[in-house]
């Protein structure tokens, strides 16, 4: 057995500092810490200093900032989503679709008359 929980989290503090105060990775509001946001596949068994048995990452770059509901909610769905979110970030970007062009007929000199008026109106003719 390689790191330990103790000494992945000891190195995430070492190499990332601490994760209080940082905007959380989902919800934006203050983190309280580092929350592991490795697949359920890419997790190891160890233990917490409670001595509970946790899953966690030993790949530092799996951690991100979270306030303590996000953490929560992220070790709950720690596999369908997660696995989506990651399927998400490493997909690359869909081909944006050539925009419609939209050919414009040549302006004619004249709009079409909306309606006739006849000649002989266009001027009063008396008559006796
Ligand atoms: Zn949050």
């Known amino acids: ?29 203050r983190a309280s810490g580092w929350a592991c946001t490795a697949s359920a596949a890419d997790r190891v068994p160890g233990r917490n200093a409670e001595g509970r048995t946790v899953t966690f990452s030993r790949d530092l770059s799996d951690y991100a ?7 929560a909610a992220t070790d709950r769905e720690h596999t369908a989503v997660r696995r989506a979110a990651a399927h998400l970030a490493l997909s690359p970007l869909p081909k944006r679709s050539e925009p419609r062009r939209v050919t414009l007929a040549a302006p004619t000199s004249q709009p079409p008359a909306l309606f006739d008026m006849p000649e002989e109106n266009h001027a009063p003719t008396y008559t006796r």
């Open 1 to 29: 057995m390689s790191a330990s929980y103790a000494a992945t989290h000891a190195a995430l503090r070492r190499s990332r500092g601490s994760a209080v105060g940082l905007p959380c990775f989902r919800c934006g509001k």
């Open 65 to 71: 900032a979270a306030c303590d509901s996000c953490r």
